[in-house]
């Protein structure tokens, strides 16, 4: 089990930037795929980015690509959120989130993530205005 701690959240005017960040601790394979999903109220839950702790591509929803911009720090067992040019409907609370570690993936997709969530945080709040 993986224990997941998001921060960072707040609220900004349309165009501006905010920086998540979530810790992580507890058992985890080392190619465990994690990542960011989002949710306001009244909505479904949406994917926002994912990628294997391990390497490789990140996976970002077509909504946030050439804005949002995920990363992660394997030694300290963090993982980063940067998101810029913010836009009201980016409102809603982030979590970190990682796939079950049952399941084997071949790629880590942000589908996947959804779909197959295993662990997740208390999420943070993001609040963008016009």
């Known amino acids: 089990r993986l224990q997941l701690v998001e921060s960072g959240g707040g609220s900004v005017q349309a165009g501006g930037s905010l920086r998540l960040s979530c810790a992580a601790s507890?058992?985890?394979?080392?190619?465990?795929?994690i990542g960011w999903f989002r949710q306001n109220q009244g909505k479904e839950r949406e994917g926002v980015a994912a990628?294997?702790?391990?390497?490789?591509?990140?996976d970002y929803a077509d909504s946030v690509k050439g804005r949002f911009t995920f990363s992660r720090d394997n030694a300290k067992n963090a993982v980063y959120l940067q998101m810029d040019s913010l836009k009201p409907e980016d409102t809603g609370m982030y979590y970190c989130?990682?796939?079950?570690?049952?399941?084997?993936?071949?790629?880590?997709?942000?589908?996947?993530?959804?779909?197959?969530?295993?662990?997740w945080g208390q999420g943070t709040q993001v609040t963008v205005s016009s």
């Open positions: 990628l294997f702790t391990s390497g490789g591509s990140v």
């Open positions: 989130a990682a796939v079950s570690d049952r399941v084997a993936l071949r790629i880590c997709t942000v589908s996947a993530l959804l779909r197959l969530t295993g662990d």
């Open positions: 507890g058992y985890s394979y080392s190619s465990t795929c």
